[in-house]
């Protein structure tokens, strides 16, 4: 009785126990599984914005470089200045390709491109004729070419595109950069609730056991004066025999 009383109750406080436990634990696992990715894929645009936005600055760098080089080369006939313009325009075409490549999934970023490109290429080409034109010793026309405010034109194109793409980019950052924090504010929240979940089902079960444990001392007492009652019953009824 006493063994079979124990086994009764304890088995299914144990199944039950365990498998809230597991399942609090899948639960929990899924969760914030869920939410780290969550997180890490919004990190990771914001990384990706970050990049472009460098990139951005670089070129214009770049460009600004190479012009200042230009203009020094016709100055002083200085070799040393149109070795610097080369490698700057160099720069300027690869900072072009990267940014190609990093904003392949934004269409309108793609037609900033568009439009950034066309004045690259002025400007490409009208320094290239000063250049092409002082290396032949017309310097007067190189001037001229200088003069004519081409090359500032498509200078003003591209700084006002670039800054535009800039902005747009800024936008996005900020927009992600708040998608980031909300995710990390919802996660935080969630742990806390999981955490005092987690302390008062501890406690639910602690009590559970506690109660457990007192009623099986009650069946005990009650079995041991059952047994009492029928063994006085037992010498009762052998006195009488």
Known sequence: MRSFDRHFFQRPVAVIGLSAALLLTVLIALTQWQTMRDMRHTRDWVRHTREIQFA?????????????????????????????????????SEQFKLL??????????????????????????????????????????????????????????????????????????????????????FNTKLSVVIFIFCLLYLLAVLVLVRRVGRLQADLTDFHYLKEGERMLATLEKNKTA
């Open 56 to 92: 951005l600055e670089y070129f214009r760098y770049c460009i600004s470089t190479a012009e200042s080089n230009q203009r020094g080369y016709l100055l002083t006939r200085d070799e040393t200045y149109l070795n610097n313009y080369r490698k700057s325009l160099a720069l300027d």
């Open 100 to 185: 190609r490549s990093l904003t392949a999934d934004n269409p309108d970023e793609q037609k900033n491109l568009d439009l950034l490109e066309g004045f690259l290429n002025e400007k490409f080409r009208v320094m290239a004729q000063a250049i092409a034109l002082e290396q032949n010793g017309d310097r007067a026309g190189a001037l001229a070419v200088v003069n004519a405010g081409e090359g500032t034109q498509s200078m003003d194109g591209i700084i006002a595109t670039v800054q535009v793409m800039q902005d747009t980019e800024l936008n996005l950052l900020q927009q992600r950069q708040a998608v980031f924090w909300d995710k990390f504010n």
